[in-house]
């Protein structure tokens, strides 16, 4: 359901002009052109530890805990019910909850089937990107054979760790390493394609996802230590793409007590602005995401999300779409 009247209006619109090109091309087309387009769905937006963070009675935390809608850690569904396509962007502790915003009715039967996702994507091995995949396995949903994208290092560690190598051994997570820098053929509605970035690589290497749809290509970029690190440039990867999701976790260096600001490995989101400023400008689309617990930003009325949405960007919400 659109969520604010300027989703619901846009959505009447191209609902209309969907009617008007079914109608010009006749009955037989009618209900092709009418199908439901694929699209991400998001599932979470907080950094790994989620919010209300465990042991937080701070008063951020104390209103999340509070809130009507809960937050989840960062995490997308790439979903295509008309084919029956449903895909998870990485595995989150949060993984319980979030699936239940996944509102498609074939999606429960799948799910019943042991066969909830055609298959699933991991940026890496921090915990708030892969540990949900612990409640898939043999104690929880225990899906069946379900094809698993990562990288080598991060196939590696899965195969040869506890819990994950038994949900390796057992065939459930079907392991297929990807070559980052070169789109693979996910299905004939959907190619991928796995950027390496710069993050802290305790247990594995870390990625950012390109994902395109039959209409619109999207960034997914939760974690990344630095832009100046990264072989690629931001600008460039994001006029590429029509929509980006990326990096907020903070906003300030301020945000961590007894932190300099140089050892908080993540892009502060003012910087982010600045150099896709231009980007925003020219008409692409900039969504915040993977905001941890101390970043204001993630409370819709602070003046740190005005500001964004003041400057053309966005911050992502439980629930919202994007085109695919
Ligand atoms: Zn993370
Ligand atoms: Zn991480």
Not at 204 to 231: A, C, H, K, M, N
Request: charged fraction near 25%.
């Amino acid at each position: 359901m659109p969520k604010t009247r300027r989703e619901f209006l846009a959505s009447t619109t191209s609902a209309l002009a969907a009617a008007s090109a079914a109608a010009a091309l006749g009955p037989l087309r009618l209900a092709a052109a009418l199908r439901a387009e694929p699209y991400a769905l998001v599932l979470g937006v907080t950094q790994d530890g989620g919010m209300p963070q465990v042991g937080c009675y701070a008063e951020r935390c104390q209103r999340a805990r509070a809130r009507a809608e809960p937050r989840f850690a960062a995490s997308l569904a790439l979903i295509d019910a008309d084919r029956d396509r449903y895909y998870l962007v990485d595995a989150t502790p949060d993984i319980t909850r979030q699936l239940d915003l996944i509102d498609e009715p074939g999606f429960r039967d799948r799910a019943g089937q042991r066969r909830p996702f055609d298959g699933i994507f991991l940026t890496h091995a921090h915990i708030g990107h892969y540990a949900g995949l612990a409640v898939l396995g043999r104690e929880g949903l225990g899906i069946l054979a379900t094809p698993t994208y990562c990288t080598t290092q991060m196939a590696d560690y899965l195969s040869t760790n506890g819990p994950w190598s038994l949900m390796v051994s057992e065939g459930r997570l079907d392991l297929r390493p990807v070559t980052p820098g070169q789109w693979i053929t996910v299905d004939s509605g959907l190619q991928a394609q796995a950027l390496l970035v710069p993050h802290r690589p305790e247990f594995s290497d870390t990625v950012g996802w390109l994902f395109r749809g039959p209409t619109q290509t999207i960034l997914y970029l939760p974690d990344i230590d630095s832009w100046e690190r990264w072989d690629l440039k931001i600008e460039d990867v994001v006029s590429t793409v029509d929509t980006a999701l990326i990096d907020a976790s903070f906003y300030s260096g301020e945000e961590v007590p007894g932190r300099n600001i140089e050892d908080i490995p993540h892009p502060l989101v003012p910087h982010s602005m600045d150099l896709l400023q231009a980007r925003v400008d020219a008409g692409d689309r900039v969504v915040f995401t993977h905001l941890n617990n101390t970043n204001p930003a993630i409370f819709e009325d602070s003046v740190e999300a005005a500001e964004i949405r003041r400057r053309g960007f966005e911050i992502a919400t439980e629930g919202q779409r994007f085109p695919l």
